[in-house]
């Protein structure tokens, strides 16, 4: 590229990393208050991850305006075309993380005075934390451009896929033991289904910095131990 | 553009035009296929809609990759521009599509030798059907640039909610009623919900199909009535 069109491509990667960096704080505060809603049946905090959820989608929309815009008038080749759609794809997975941790938001009023032991929570709040962390490492991988650290984020998903297994068998025997649990621990399984989506979208995003810092596409499957879709339940027989 | 660009961008969009239609098709085959999968307890049929996924991953790849090069190489503008973004953003959530398509099918594997009332699952295949012509609606939508059709399908969205909600109370109660529903119906619980997102998608596609024809963004907020997320059930304190 000519010097003076190197120039303004550069000033155009910065707004977007800045951009990108804004979406990532406000994602990873929608799901630490999501599930400290959730864990303290605090509304007023629900409903404020719930009116965050615009302002992620406006930056998305916004960032892939820009990086068109950028591709159009810049014809970035290699590594900085790969940087440009990769912002995009980022952008877009983060954006997901705002919905699925809404979602959970939501859930807070549903659960509102309803039969709520404290123990059914805390399984939840572990896998949160551990997402949290993921996503936390991911985005700092992303701003720091390190690929050994966004592999580690894509192989530690299969913990997260695990814990998920395990709660999701745990929430079913509270179900059978106690009607009372049925409603309460329905809601739980799906807050706990959208943490664990979450976790995937930080592999994805793991992907993406892999193929933007090496030029390569991760081929290898990701290490997918969510075994729940097949779970069934060995209780089941007993009652 | 010059006249022999113009000719080479009109070919690109035939074939991405061509990708898009094709992914459309392996999509509502899958959600079509799960639904029947889950109906007649058919698991041969559900690992056929499992193996069909990685074609629409690879398509989606494609796609996205001959839609950047094309904005690289021939800085399309106005309605051309949006053409290739719009190819983009549907060819995301017709995959988001088969990857929900390709988790009903898992849980037919689930609930495999599972007590099952066949009425429970009537519901599911209402939405599941109502669902599929969404979907069909909306990709007629795009090969056609019908503007009208797509707006009738973000419309009609509302009415796949209003399904979900009500289906989401029934599987709660026949829980209440019977222990033995639980593991069950907890799958088709998240089968429903995978169906409705697919509705979600069917209108993400409207939006972009409107976008492209006009040039405007929908700012209207979509009819939006899935409440189960603040459901409760008033049946809980009778139990």
């Known amino acids: 590229m000519p010097e003076h069109i190197v120039s303004a491509f550069d000033t155009d990667l910065k ?14 505060k929608m799901l630490a208050d999501a599930t400290e809603a959730l864990a303290s049946r605090n509304l007023p905090l629900a409903q404020e991850v719930i009116a965050l959820d615009p302002r992620l989608d406006q930056l998305q929309r916004d960032i892939e305006e820009k990086a068109i815009l950028t591709i159009a008038r810049r014809q970035p080749m290699a590594v900085d075309l790969r940087e440009v759609v990769s912002a995009i794809r980022i952008a877009s997975d983060v954006e997901r993380v705002g919905d699925l941790a809404k979602n959970v938001a939501k859930r807070v009023m549903a659960i509102a005075g309803q039969f709520q032991p404290v123990k059914i929570i805390s399984g939840v709040q572990t896998m949160s934390d551990l997402v949290l962390e993921q996503l936390k490492d991911v985005l700092d991988a992303y701003a720091e451009k390190d690929n050994a650290r966004a592999l580690d984020v894509w192989m530690r998903d299969g913990d997260i896929d695990t814990l998920y297994t395990s709660l999701f068998r745990e929430l079913l025997t509270y179900m059978m033991e106690d009607p009372r649990n049925i409603s309460f621990c329905t809601h739980l399984l799906f807050a706990a ?14 992907e993406t910095l892999h193929y933007l810092i090496t030029g390569e596409v991760m081929l290898a499957e990701r290490p997918k131990k969510d075994n729940s879709s097949y779970t069934t339940l060995a209780i089941e027989a007993e009652t």
């Open 15 to 28: 707004t977007l990393r800045r951009m990108i960096a804004e979406m990532g704080g406000i994602a990873e």
């Open 193 to 206: 289904k959208n943490i664990e989506r979450i976790g995937d979208h930080t592999t994805n995003i793991a």
